[in-house]
């Protein structure tokens, strides 16, 4: 088999070009670290103001509860409750808190007090995160506060919204960069694999030395395979790279297996280097392939893949769409790893479903240079 010579060719032309080479290595770190600070949904210090006409000490208390944590801040005390629409029409706040006057009397009797928030809800998001946070503080004002100024050890009454019991898996501390640091790698890990190779073939096109690989007994599939294996080697080196830089910079644990998680990246890896190689077998230039890489990979892995955007909340057409990109598969096996420590049970027919695709595209790559070797 002619597949030896090949990888080792691939290699060196590789290790010649040590400017590329601390590029695929070490600019997805970089990308990783601009990303996980910049893509950061986190809702954190939201400016709120209160109308209080109880102004007593267990209605301080109750606001002072939101403000130990950094998720709000106190723009000020108003005097009338109309003052409340003009701060957030002008988005000076983004929540309103409004007390009942006889707040503190209703919780001495243990009665249920009803305490309105106002939200701004322009940004969705920004809401139903700040919706969760209230629930949080309230569950554990009712939790830790209230016995205190009650002295009663069960307090049954509700305040606001519900008597709610959240119990949060997985992310207990609301952190994005657990969710989007996965999602980054999958995004980082396929514009690298896929441009670097889809590169390879053209660039011996317009070398000229694709003439001698023609004449060569070297076959399609070991040429496929020759150019693919170098980069996968490079792939999973930057992958892990990328999985020490998310533990140093943003705490991101794995919390299943790790070997697991390298098998489904390397199956993953294998799908777009094929596809990569694909594209450099319909490309005549290098400025053509790159193009088409950007396109194939850029829109998929950003909005049609899980990273940012829930597939459950788009249209059904276009969740029928992302079934044709890997890194749909690829996200969801990794997130689950990652975050929820599962085992290869829980992510079968995501790993089946990816070999698959690699099936396919290095059977593609190796049709398209059967062609060019007629």
């Known amino acids: ?41 986190d809702v954190k210090h939201i400016h709120l103001a209160v109308y209080d006409p109880d102004n007593s000490l267990e209605s301080r208390k109750f606001i002072r509860h939101f403000l130990n944590s950094e998720y709000f801040d106190l723009i000020g ?4 409750p109309h003052q409340l629409d003009r701060l957030l029409e002008t988005e000076q706040i983004r929540l309103a808190i409004v007390l009942p006057p006889d707040f503190s009397r209703s919780l001495m009797r243990s009665d249920t007090v009803k305490v309105q ?4 809800g322009a940004n969705a998001t920004a809401a139903s995160t700040t919706i969760g946070y209230i629930n949080m503080a309230i569950f554990d004002f009712n939790r830790r506060i209230l016995p205190e100024i009650t002295g009663q050890t069960e307090f049954p009454a509700n305040i606001s919204l519900a008597d709610l019991r959240p119990r949060l898996w997985y992310n207990p501390e609301l952190k994005s960069a657990k969710f989007l640091i996965p999602g980054m790698m999958g995004f980082i890990l396929m514009m690298m694999s896929v441009v670097s ?8 096109k317009e070398k000229g030395t694709i003439e001698q690989i023609l004449v060569s007994p070297i076959k399609p599939l070991e040429l496929v395979l020759g150019k693919t294996i170098p980069y996968l080697f490079l792939a999973l080196i930057t992958g892990i790279l990328i999985l020490i830089a ?8 794995v919390a299943g297996s790790l070997l697991l998680l390298l098998l489904v990246t390397a199956i993953f890896l294998t799908c777009t280097l094929g596809m990569g190689l694909f594209i450099s077998t319909i490309a005549d230039t290098q400025q053509v392939a790159f193009m088409i890489s950007i396109i194939t990979t850029m829109l998929p892995a950003f909005i049609l893949s899980g990273f940012v955007f829930p597939i ?25 790893i990652i975050l929820k420590g599962v085992g290869i049970s829980v992510i079968a027919g995501q790993i089946a479903i990816l070999v698959i695709f690699c099936t396919v595209f290095i059977a593609l790559s190796s049709v398209r240079l059967k062609k060019e070797f007629a």
């Open 1 to 41: 088999m002619n597949l030896k010579p090949i990888i080792q060719k691939e290699f060196r032309q590789i290790l010649r070009d040590r400017t590329s080479l601390a590029i695929l290595l070490f600019i997805p770190v970089f990308l990783l670290i601009m990303f996980g600070y910049a893509l950061n949904f």
């Open 197 to 204: 190779t889809a590169l390879s073939i053209v660039r011996e």
């Open 312 to 336: 459950r909340n788009m249209p059904f057409i276009i969740q029928l769409i992302t079934h044709l990109f890997p890194i749909r598969f690829y996200l969801s096996a990794i997130r689950a």
């Open 246 to 253: 998310g533990y140093i910079f943003f705490q991101v644990k």
């Open 117 to 120: 928030f106002l939200i701004d």
């Open 77 to 80: 005390y108003v005097s009338h």
